[in-house]
């Protein structure tokens, strides 16, 4: 038989779901295909864990569908979910199981042939840094690390798609950057991976696409690079950092480089350049303020740009 | 179909429902076995046995006159409490504790249907309850043995037991229904226990004094055949007997009326609870939302 290979989907078809009166997710139509990261980005409130319920069926939606790799969680929740790793609202698991347990019982559950679960086990509990945890009771554990073994349990059948909701939620910053690595490194293995934040940096660290939400609606979905373009008008910026404090007469200098549009102080020593150009704009850019010697240290893109976008974009409505 | 995706997906078969009730129940009954709750129990049922030994050696007389009278004073008179206390301590937050603790996230996670989280939760609770029953069931046997020889067990404590495993189901299911109908543990707790331990003998009460009609709707009435099968003259049908009394208090002459259930029709209520209420508990879990 010839082996069958379909790209992993999540599709949302005029998803809704209300409480009461009030409307948490309005009419959701998203239809996310292939291997990569999709940030779901939006304000607290937003609807971001509503959408993730919806599409794993722990709450049932008040019109629409969700489907995970082209199956209706409503019709058949099972074979929908056989093959997503789903982490959602940082589940508790039962205390008196230690995370060897924990991840045995979720292996055995979805079918992971008994030969091949304890080195999965070992492999999943070693990317979240827990190999050492691996037999004490999860009671005893602190928050952080109780969300690791919860992402190590929707990495155990090595699935194809991934909700997240907010999985960095509860880590200190440690944590929170090995959980970020974490989830770029799964996008090397061929995986959908659809992750909730209201961290726009998060977002733009791991992800290659966003989809927007506030007030339950659909702001835009997108790749990064396009969002950035579209609202952006053709302007981009870069933060630079120098050694010393910058003159007065220095802004005047900045000002003046080829395709500068606009600066701005963000301390004595960094400044915001917004600029156009493109990347040839970009790299002429850089040579000018090298040759300027003010003691030039570093230049970033400044996220400014989509912060902005962010910022304005759930705003709107007030 | 679900979509295949190179790499682990391909290989991967989540297992058929009913195996997945087996595996499950397998983990919650460890669970249960492991709990301090279990623990607990035991020593709470260790407490009744010999607090009923104490009163059995005390006051022997009628108690050991025949084993009959003996193991159905003993058992009948200890084991539906223990019953009770064993279904509450093990169904009370079985399904709202998923929701009260946040496990049920964990779970839900899985590519599992709600009726096989529900079913294998239910077995291992029953089988974590009966496993207690178990244990009053040999405190039992040891008193049997001391004072009849152990080879004097009456065949009616097999009857008996086999009525007290309905009821059990029957108890569980009421547990396991309030428990998904409130997603608040301790409502479970305390209704059951209040229901199960009074609440439906004062019911019988009533129904047989106001309504004076045969309780067959309250499980305390088929409850109790669980002792009445130790009795003599054992009505064995599938209708109860009614029998009046006259009694002069005083110059006043006081009818009262008590209904006996027949043992077949014991069994049948009990085993009608416990279809109805596990079948609505399900039905109830199968609309709940994980909010
Ligand atoms: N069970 C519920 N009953 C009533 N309202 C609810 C319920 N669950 C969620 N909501 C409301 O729906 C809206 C969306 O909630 P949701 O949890 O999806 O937000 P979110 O985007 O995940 O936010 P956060 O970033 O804070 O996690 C909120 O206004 C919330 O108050
Ligand atoms: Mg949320």
Known sequence: ?318 | MGAVVDGAAGRLRVPVSSEQVFKLTRYQLREYLRSRRFVALIAIIAVIGAILTALVAHFRGGLVSSNVAFYGSFWGGGIDLVIVLAAVFFGGDAIAGEFQNKTGYFLMGLPIRRTTVYVGKFIAAYLAAAATMLVFLAILLANGAYYFGTGAVPWQLLLSLALALVYLGAVLGATFFFSSLFKTSAYGFVLTAILFLFGFTILQDVIVGLVKIEPWMVISYAESTIGNVFGSGVNWGIFGTKTTTTTMIGRMMVQSTTWTPGIAEGFVIMLGYLIGTAAVGLLLFEREEFT
């Open chain 1, 1 to 318: 038989m010839p082996k069958l290979v379909t790209v992993p989907s999540i599709e949302t078809r005029d998803l809704t779901k209300s409480f009461g009166h009030f409307t948490a997710l309005n009419g959701l139509n998203l239809k996310i295909e292939g291997t990569k990261c999709v940030g779901f980005l939006g304000p607290n409130g937003a609807g971001k864990t509503t959408t993730l319920k919806l599409l794993t069926n722990m709450i049932f939606p008040t019109r629409g569908d969700a489907l995970l790799n082209g199956v209706s969680v409503r019709e058949d929740r099972k074979a929908a979910l056989a093959d997503a790793g789903v982490l959602i609202e940082s589940p508790e698991i039962y205390p008196s199981l230690t995370p060897n347990e924990a991840l045995e019982m979720v292996a055995d559950l979805r079918g992971v042939p008994p030969a091949e679960r304890a080195e999965r086990i070992a492999t999943v509990l070693g990317e979240v840094k827990m190999t050492e945890w691996a037999d004490q009771k999860v009671g005893r554990f602190s928050k952080g690390m109780k969300q690791r073994i919860n992402i190590a349990a929707t990495l155990v059948h090595d699935p194809a798609v991934l909700l997240l909701d907010e999985p960095s939620t509860g880590l200190d910053p440690r944590g929170m950057a090995e959980v970020r690595a974490i989830v770029r490194d799964l996008k090397k293995s061929r995986r959908l991976i659809f992750m909730s934040s209201h961290i726009l940096s998060e977002v733009v660290d791991v992800c290659d696409e966003v989809a927007l939400i506030d007030r339950g609606k659909l702001l835009f979905y997108d790749t990064l690079e396009n969002v950035t373009t579209r609202f952006s008008d053709g302007h981009a910026s870069l933060d630079a950092s120098f050694a010393r404090p910058l003159e007065p007469a220095d802004d005047a200098r900045l000002a003046a480089l080829p395709g500068v549009t606009g600066s701005q102080r963000l301390d004595p020593k960094r400044v915001r350049l917004r600029f156009q150009g493109g990347a040839g704009g970009q790299e002429r850019l850089i040579e000018g303020l090298v040759g300027l010697h003010l003691g030039l240290l570093s230049v970033a893109e400044s996220e400014s740009a989509l912060e902005e976008i962010y910022l304005q974009q759930i705003s709107r409505g007030d």
